[in-house]
């Protein structure tokens, strides 16, 4: 009986580490576009009960090129966080508190440009961030990106540390 434990757990950690081992070098085969894609995007902010230096510094850093489009809808009425918004934004909407994803799908719904982005009302973006996240669309096989995030304050939780 205690070989079969031994038996099954040797079996499990070289499946563990051939699926890692093939997710590495496929990881290593990507290369980033080289050269720029300039197009629009629509940025989306859902934002409920959001510290305001917090989310006022998340809007200062995403909106850094001219032809694109912030879109915030806050999900519930907040006054403050409306008077920030409305400093930076392009539209604004108030919604009664439904929900992120009700939030989200209304600011899918309203917006203009055809490359959207969904962001949480706490990310802060380095300058060229759009940039280099829109990049992969020049090839026109790619459907969707993510973004490699970096998080706030790691050491405030232990999920924030291993997240990071």
Not at 21 to 26: H, Q, R
Not at 49 to 65: A, G, I, S
């Amino acid at each position: 009986m205690h070989t079969k434990k031994i038996g099954f757990f040797l079996v499990f950690f070289i499946v563990c580490t051939l699926f890692f081992a093939v997710k590495y070098y496929w990881y290593k085969q990507y290369r980033q576009p080289e050269g720029t894609y300039n197009h629009p995007v629509s940025i989306i902010v859902a934002v409920y009960k959001e510290k305001p230096w917090l989310f006022e510094k998340c809007l200062q850093t995403v909106k850094t090129r001219k032809d694109d489009e912030l879109i915030v809808v806050l999900d519930g009425d907040n006054k403050e966080l409306e008077c920030i918004a409305k400093k930076y934004v392009d539209k604004l909407f108030i919604l009664p508190h439904t929900g992120k994803r009700n939030a989200l799908s209304y600011g899918i719904i309203s917006a203009y440009n055809e490359i959207v982005v969904t962001i949480d009302s706490d990310t802060f973006f380095e300058p060229d961030c759009i940039s280099n996240l829109i990049k992969p669309f020049s090839n026109e096989k790619i459907g969707a990106v993510s973004a490699n995030q970096r998080i706030f304050n790691p050491e405030t939780s232990l999920i924030r540390t291993f997240a990071n």
